[in-house]
C-alpha cells in the first residue's frame, strides 16, 4: 500500500532514475568519455613555450634603404659618426623578438599579405615568390612563409625624415582577418621604428593609433596556449553536458513520462529539482574531473575557479533545460543546442586574443565566467578582484536558469 | 449507501474557443467500473486529465475520495492509479525497474513488482527493457503500472486500444479484478463491446457533453426494440422473421413458431450501446 513520501525521498528516487536513464543511452556515454578522454589528451599536446617572434614583411629591404640613404645624407652633410648610427638603427640586425621579410617590391608584398602570392624561404634563406594560381610549383627545400601584415616605406624615407620633410606617408598591409589591435600595435611599431632611424619624433602621417589595451607586460613570462585554453576546455565538458542533459529532458516530454510521474505524489518543483540537481552535478563532476587531469585544481584560488564552476554548471543547466523543452527530436535537439552554445562559447575563444574582447563579446552571459577562470589560472586573480565579474555572471545566471525552468514548468503543464 | 469515490459536479474545460468538456457530472463508487463512451475527440481523455490532476477544471468541483481535486493533495496522487492512452514508459529501463520506480515514487518500499508483472503475465520479460516490447506488451505494462500502488481509484483511457483480442480479454480480466477487490474505475473506451462487458454503468459522451447515463442493461431497454428474430428452413433456403414482443398475438406467434419442425434459431433482438449512441448523437463510435 502506498504511503506519503517526503519530498527529498521523491527527488532521490527521481536523480536515482536520471542516473540509470544516463547510463543507459549510448550517445550520452560516447560523448561523456570523448569528453573526458579527447580533452585531456589534446590538452598534453598543446604547445608549452610562446614564440615571441613577431614575423613581418617589410619593402623595400631596409639595408638597401640605408644604404641608399647614406649617399644623399653625407652630400646633405651628416657625418660618418651620424651616418653610423644608422646601422644601428637597421631593424634587420636586430634578431631576438623581430623576424624581418624583406621584399624588393612594394607590389609583391602586397599581393603575399592579400594571398595572392605565396612567400617560401630556402634553407639558405633565400625568399622565392610562387605565383599558385599560374601553375608555379613549389621550391624544393623551401619552407612557406605565413605573413599577414608588411610595411611599406617610400623609397627615401630615411632621407627625407632626417630633412624634416612633411607629408612622408608609411603604408602598413594587413589582411583581413588581422584584429584590429593587432593592426593598431603595428602603427604603433612603424612609429617606434621612424623613431629609431630619426632619433626623435617623425611627421610621418599614419593612422591614428588605436587605443589598446595591452595588460601586464609579460615578456619572457607569457601565457602558454595549454594555459590559455584551460578555460575553453572546460567550456566544452559544459557544452556537451548541456547537450546530454537536454536529450535527457526532451525524451522524457516528448516521450511523454513527465505525465504519467506527475500523476504520483511527485510536483513539477520535484521533477524540476530533480533535474536541475542532476544537470548541475554531472557537469560539475566532469568539469572537476577535467580540471584535475588538466592541472586546474592546482591553481592559487582554486576555490574561486570551483565557485565559477559551479556557477557555469547551474547556468548551462539551465540552458538545457531551456533546449530540452523547445527541442521536438534529436536534430530539433542538436540545432537548438547549437544555437544558444555557440554564442555562449565565443568569450571562451576569445582569451586566445588578448585584448580582442569588444563590448558585445562582454556583453555574452558567459564572459564574466571565462574571464574570471582566466584570471584564476594565469594571473592569481582573487576573490575581491574578481568581485564584480562574480555579481555580473550571477545576475545572467538567475536570468537563464529561470528561463530554462519556467519554460520546462510551461511545457509539462500544457502537455 | 457509501460515498463516492469519484465525484463530479459540473465540470468545464475548454482549449482556447474549444469547449472540450461541458457540465460533465457524474460519480463513481467503490469497486464500481464506469464505462465512458465517446468517440475520438468527445471529452474522456481531457476528463481524466483533470480528474488525474493533469489539468484544473475551469469550473465546477470534482472529488477524489471527498477531496477537491484542485486542492493538490499528494494523498490523493497516492491513491489514484493511471493508464494513459499513449504508453508513456521508460524504454530504456526493464519492466521491472519501470514498476520498482514508481513504486518508490509511491513511497512503497517492497513493492512486489514482480507479482504484479505476473499478473499480466509480462513476468518472464521483467528484465528485458521495454523498448524491446511488442504493443501488446507495453499495454499490459501501461496496466501493471497502474496496479503497482494497489489504487483506491482507477482511471483507464482506452486499456485496450489497437490490441488483439487475447491481449485484450487478458486486460479486461484484471481490470474485473481491480473492481472487485474495491477500486473505483473510470474506464474511457469507443470500444461498445469492452464497455458492454465491463462496466457496471455506461455514460455516453459526446462534444464534451453526457448525453446518457445508466447501466448498459437499462440503456437498452429505453432505447432498443423489444423483439425476436426468429429463422426457419424454407425449402432449400432460410425464411427469417421479427416478432414485436409487445404487439397483439406475438406471444401465440412466437409459441407457435418455437413448435414448428423448420425452427432453426429464436435471438433477441436487443439494441447494441452504437445502435444507442447513433441513435443519441446521430455519429458512431469510431469517428
Not at chain 1, 617589410?58 to 652633410?77: E, N, Y
Not at chain 1, 576573490?383 to 562574480?390: R, V
Not at chain 2, 425464411?239 to 404487439?247: A, P, S, T, Y
Amino acid at each position: 500500500m502506498s504511503r506519503p513520501t517526503s519530498r527529498p525521498a521523491l527527488v532521490g528516487a527521481l536523480l536515482k532514475k536520471e542516473l540509470k536513464a544516463y547510463s543507459r543511452d549510448k550517445i550520452y556515454l560516447f560523448l561523456t568519455l570523448l569528453v573526458l578522454i579527447a580533452i585531456p589528451v589534446a590538452y598534453t599536446f598543446l604547445p608549452t613555450t610562446v614564440s615571441e617572434t613577431i614575423t613581418l614583411a617589410v619593402s623595400p629591404p631596409v639595408t638597401s634603404m640605408i644604404d641608399d640613404a647614406k649617399d644623399s645624407l653625407r652630400a646633405m652633410g651628416a657625418t660618418d659618426e651620424q651616418l653610423a648610427e644608422l646601422d644601428n638603427a637597421d631593424l634587420s640586425q636586430q634578431q631576438e623578438g623581430l623576424q624581418l621579410i624583406e621584399f624588393d617590391n612594394e607590389a609583391d608584398m602586397q599581393r603575399v599579405i592579400e594571398g595572392t602570392l605565396e612567400a617560401w624561404r630556402t634553407d639558405d634563406g633565400e625568399l622565392t615568390l610562387r605565383d599558385k594560381e599560374a601553375g608555379e610549383d613549389e621550391p624544393e627545400g623551401a619552407e612557406k612563409l605565413g605573413l599577414d601584415i608588411g610595411i611599406a616605406f617610400p623609397k627615401d624615407f630615411i632621407t627625407d625624415v632626417a630633412a624634416g620633410k612633411s607629408g612622408v606617408t608609411v603604408t602598413v598591409y594587413s589582411d583581413a582577418n588581422v584584429p584590429e589591435e593587432i593592426q593598431g600595435a603595428m602603427t604603433s611599431f612603424v612609429r617606434e621604428a621612424a623613431y629609431q632611424l630619426a632619433g626623435r619624433q617623425l611627421p610621418v602621417n599614419m593612422a591614428d593609433e588605436q587605443s589598446i589595451i595591452l595588460g601586464t607586460d609579460r615578456v619572457g613570462d607569457q601565457v602558454t596556449l595549454k594555459d590559455k585554453l584551460r578555460p575553453m576546455l572546460l567550456f566544452m565538458v559544459l557544452l556537451m553536458e548541456t547537450f546530454s542533459m537536454a536529450s535527457l529532458v526532451s525524451t522524457e516530454v516528448l516521450q511523454r513520462t513527465v505525465t504519467a510521474v506527475l500523476v504520483t505524489p511527485v510536483k513539477i518543483g520535484d521533477f524540476l529539482l530533480a533535474k536541475t540537481i542532476f544537470g548541475t552535478f554531472m557537469s560539475l563532476g566532469q568539469g572537476l574531473l577535467v580540471l584535475f587531469l588538466v592541472g586546474g585544481l592546482t591553481v592559487q584560488n582554486w576555490s574561486l575557479v570551483l565557485t565559477v564552476l559551479f556557477m557555469g554548471s547551474v547556468m548551462f543547466t539551465g540552458l538545457a533545460l531551456y533546449v530540452g523543452a523547445s527541442g521536438k527530436d534529436f536534430m530539433g535537439q542538436l540545432f537548438y543546442t547549437m544555437l544558444f552554445t555557440i554564442p555562449l562559447l565565443i568569450p571562451a575563444f576569445s582569451v586566445m586574443f588578448p585584448g580582442s574582447a569588444a563590448v558585445w563579446v562582454r556583453a555574452i552571459p558567459t564572459y564574466p565566467i571565462i574571464d574570471t577562470l582566466v584570471g584564476a589560472f594565469n594571473y592569481g586573480a582573487t576573490w575581491s578582484s574578481s568581485a564584480g565579474s562574480l555579481a555580473y555572471a550571477a545576475a545572467w545566471l538567475v536570468l537563464l536558469f529561470g528561463a530554462g525552468l519556467f519554460a520546462l514548468k510551461r511545457k509539462v503543464e500544457t502537455l | 449507501m457509501t460515498a463516492p469515490a469519484i465525484q463530479v459536479e459540473s465540470i468545464s474545460f475548454n482549449y482556447g474557443d474549444i469547449q472540450a468538456v461541458k457540465n460533465v457530472t457524474f460519480d463513481v463508487q467503490p469497486g464500481e467500473i464506469l464505462g465512458f463512451l465517446g468517440p475520438n475527440g468527445a471529452g474522456k481523455s481531457t476528463t481524466i486529465k483533470m480528474l488525474t490532476g493533469q489539468m484544473a477544471p475551469k469550473s465546477g468541483v470534482a472529488r477524489i475520495l471527498g477531496k477537491d481535486i484542485t486542492a493538490d493533495d499528494p494523498e490523493i496522487q497516492a491513491q489514484i492509479g493511471v493508464c494513459f492512452e499513449e504508453k508513456n514508459l521508460y524504454l530504456n529501463m526493464s519492466g521491472l525497474e519501470n514498476l520498482d520506480f514508481f513504486a518508490s515514487l509511491f513511497g512503497i518500499k517492497d513493492a512486489d513488482s514482480m507479482e504484479v508483472l505476473r499478473r499480466v503475465g509480462l513476468a518472464d520479460r521483467a528484465k528485458d527493457r521495454v523498448h524491446s516490447y511488442s504493443k501488446g506488451m507495453r499495454q499490459r505494462m501501461m496496466i501493471s503500472r497502474a496496479f503497482i500502488n494497489k489504487p483506491t481509484v482507477l482511471f483507464l483511457d482506452e486499456p485496450t486500444d489497437g490490441l488483439d483480442p487475447v491481449t485484450s480479454a487478458a486486460i479486461r480480466k484484471t481490470i474485473k479484478e481491480e473492481a472487485e477487490r474495491g477500486a473505483a474505475v473510470l474506464l474511457t473506451t469507443h470500444d461498445m463491446f469492452e464497455a458492454d462487458e465491463l462496466s457496471d454503468r455506461v455514460a455516453f459522451i459526446n462534444e464534451g457533453e453526457i448525453v446518457a447515463l445508466d447501466t448498459a442493461e437499462n440503456l437498452k431497454l429505453k432505447y432498443g426494440k423489444r423483439s425476436v428474430k426468429v429463422r426457419l428452413r424454407d425449402g432449400d433456403g432460410v425464411r427469417e422473421e421479427h416478432i414485436e414482443l409487445e404487439g397483439d398475438g406475438s406471444s401465440a406467434r412466437l409459441a407457435e413458431l418455437a413448435a414448428s419442425p423448420d425452427l432453426m434459431t429464436i435471438h433477441t433482438e436487443e439494441a447494441t450501446l452504437e445502435a444507442i449512441f447513433i441513435e443519441l448523437t446521430g455519429r458512431g463510435l469510431e469517428g
